[in-house]
T-cell receptor
Framework: EDQVTQSPEALRLQEGESSSLNCSYT??????LFWYRQDPGKGPEFLFTLYSAGEEKEKERLKATLTKKESFLHITAPKPEDSATYLC???????????FGTGTRLTVIP | DTGVSQDPRHKITKRGQNVTFRCDPISEHNRLYWYRQTLGQGPEFLTY????????KSRLLSDRFSAERPKGSFSTLEIQRTEQGDSAMYLC???????????FGQGTRLTVV
C-alpha cells in the first residue's frame, strides 16, 4: 500500500494562475512531511519540512500546509521558472530513509 | 559551499559489466543515503550509512549491489554484472545529525546497453 499519493500527476498553468498540489499520506505517527523540487536531469532540491497539523511554511511563491491526512503546496502567481516536478516524502516507519511520492509535474506557460 | 557531489554524471555501460559510482557528501554530514530513480517515479531508497556503518538496506537491493563508506567520508556504490533494468538515475543524499532534511546530489545517470 502506498504511503504517499500525489495529485495531479501533471498540471499546466498560465503564468500568474495560482493553484495547489496535493500530497496525501497514510503513515501513522508522522515524523515529518518533506517537499522537494526536481528539475529535469537533476537531483531533488529540498524545499520544506512540516511536522504537525496546522503548520505552514513559505518560500517565495510557494506555501506548504499540513493537515492530519494531507499536505498542500500552494503556488501563488507562478512564473515559468517554477516549472518542475514537485515531490513529497515521508519517513519510512521505523527507518531513517524517506518514502517518496511519484510527484506532480508542473508546467507554467508564459 | 560544496553541496553533495556525485561522479560521474553519466555512465553508459554494456550489459554484464561492473560499474562504480562515487558520492562526496556535504562536509560534516554523518548520514548518507543512496536512492534510485526511474522516469516518472520518485526516488526509491537503496541503502543508508551513519558515519561508516551501513545501517539499512532496502529489500529491493539485489546482491549485485554493494555500497561502502570508508572512514565515514565519501561513499561508493558498485553494481556488478549490470542488467538493462539497472538503467536509472542513482542519487546520493546526505544529512547532518538528528535533522531529517536530506540534501541530494545531481545524480549519476546510468544507461545499460
Amino acid at each position: 500500500e502506498d504511503q504517499v499519493t500525489q495529485s495531479p500527476e501533471a498540471l499546466r498553468l498560465q503564468e500568474g494562475e495560482s493553484s495547489s498540489l496535493n500530497c496525501s499520506y497514510t503513515v501513522s505517527g508522522l515524523r515529518g512531511l518533506f517537499w522537494y523540487r526536481q528539475d529535469p536531469g537533476k537531483g531533488p532540491e529540498f524545499l520544506f519540512t512540516l511536522y504537525s497539523a496546522g503548520e505552514e511554511k513559505e518560500k517565495e511563491r510557494l506555501k506548504a500546509t499540513l493537515t492530519k491526512k494531507e499536505s498542500f503546496l500552494h503556488i501563488t502567481a507562478p512564473k515559468p521558472e517554477d516549472s518542475a516536478t514537485y515531490l513529497c516524502a515521508v519517513p519510512e516507519p521505523g527507518a531513517n530513509n524517506l518514502f517518496f511520492g511519484t510527484g506532480t509535474r508542473l508546467t507554467v506557460i508564459p | 559551499d560544496t553541496g553533495v557531489s556525485q561522479d560521474p554524471r553519466h555512465k553508459i555501460t554494456k550489459r554484464g559489466q561492473n560499474v562504480t559510482f562515487r558520492c562526496d557528501p556535504i562536509s560534516e554530514h554523518n548520514r548518507l543515503y543512496w536512492y534510485r530513480q526511474t522516469l516518472g517515479q520518485g526516488p526509491e531508497f537503496l541503502t543508508y550509512f551513519q558515519n561508516e556503518a551501513q545501517l539499512e538496506k532496502s529489500r529491493l537491493l539485489s546482491d549485485r549491489f554493494s555500497a561502502e563508506r570508508p572512514k565515514g567520508s565519501f561513499s561508493t556504490l558498485e553494481i556488478q554484472r549490470t542488467e538493462q533494468g539497472d538503467s536509472a538515475m542513482y542519487l546520493c543524499a546526505s544529512a547532518r545529525g538528528p535533522t531529517p532534511e536530506a540534501f541530494f546530489g545531481q545524480g549519476t545517470r546510468l544507461t545499460v546497453v
